[in-house]
């Protein structure tokens, strides 16, 4: 792919279809929402409001460090809390897509509404991308960011026009782009994170006390898979739980699972064969350090036919 082509005709076309109107983007700090504000940036300047909204289901630290990353850029970003209404809106459901349905419209119709209506703005953008589409379309996997491809006319069901800048690339392209751009690593090599956050690794109900269980085994994991050069490595904590012995007492303890991959484009995966120091050692590490996890597994399943995130 031609790298400086892609950027200037994006950059020109979305001069061209946001004239002199506002704009306005959700950042998250992945790649993929990185890229966009980036591009989003250059081609309309201070015309484009970025927001990153903290929905209590990102990793330890992350809002802040999402936005002073950009402030470093000279990309102004407000963090905006809607933590409430994200765990609101969670309590008490289980079933997967209920779940990616209540981020979603927390998301759009009340949360990042209100901010679109707040600024006036007349267009959004989003960092779709090609598998994203593609994975909606056929059925595999809900993504929060699919909507006028699901037949949702967004002007007339919140009020503003999507605007898709990656729509053509999978994340190895964006990667590419990213760097092309000099975007700092921190973010052009950063793993897939996704729009749903932790919501997605936690099997069940997502509360307050076992989203802080799976953060902090995300913590560990990351820490210890950060050398492993493997595409995405992630923790999920299961709904059921596992007899386990702590201080010579019986506990019914929460159970963590390890996955690990190698892909190119997240379309098919394969898990990562990780030596057996290092499984011990994320397995020592997450039971001793977390409070209540009694087991920890590690993932075999490629995909298909296991998607890479839970939920």
């Not at 250059?42 to 209590?56: H, P």
């Not at 901010?115 to 593609?134: M, Q, R, W």
Request: with cysteine.
């Amino acid at each position: 792919m031609d790298c400086k082509k892609f950027v200037e005709g994006q950059i020109a076309q979305i001069r061209q279809t946001v004239g002199q109107a506002m704009a306005i983007n959700a950042l998250s700090g992945g790649v993929d929402s990185s890229l966009v504000t980036v591009l989003a940036h250059r081609a309309i300047g201070d015309r484009l409001k970025t927001v990153f909204i903290d929905s209590a289901l990102m990793r330890e630290g992350e809002p802040k460090r999402v936005v002073d990353t950009f402030a470093k850029m000279g990309i102004p970003v407000e963090l905006v809390d809607a933590r409430e209404e994200f765990l609101s809106a969670l309590a008490g459901l289980t079933d997967p897509e209920e779940k990616r349905q209540a981020v979603t419209d927390t998301f759009y119709s009340k949360v990042f509404g209100r901010l679109v209506k707040e600024s006036g703005a007349k267009f959004l953008f989003h960092g779709t991308i090609l598998t994203d589409i593609e994975e909606t379309v056929a059925g595999i996997k809900r993504q929060h960011n699919i909507l006028s491809q699901l037949g949702i006319d967004t002007e007339q069901a919140y009020g503003y026009t999507v605007v898709e800048p990656l729509k053509t690339l999978r994340k190895d392209g964006v990667r590419d782009v990213s760097r092309f751009l000099k975007m700092p690593p921190e973010i052009a090599e950063r793993i897939p994170f996704p729009g749903p956050a932790l919501a997605t690794r936690v099997v069940g109900e997502v509360t307050r006390e076992r989203l802080a269980t799976v953060r902090a085994a995300t913590a560990i994991v990351e820490e210890e898979l950060a050398d492993s050069g493997a595409f995405q490595y992630l923790a999920v904590l299961l709904s059921d739980r596992a007899t386990g012995i702590r201080d010579n007492k019986r506990e019914f303890g929460q159970i963590i699972v390890v996955r690990c991959i190698e892909s190119t484009d997240a379309r098919t995966a394969t898990a990562t064969e990780l030596p057996w120091d290092k499984l011990n050692r994320l397995c020592s590490r997450i039971v001793s350090e977390i409070p209540d996890v009694s087991r920890c597994l590690y993932d075999l399943t490629p995909k298909p036919p296991a998607t890479v995130e839970y939920i």
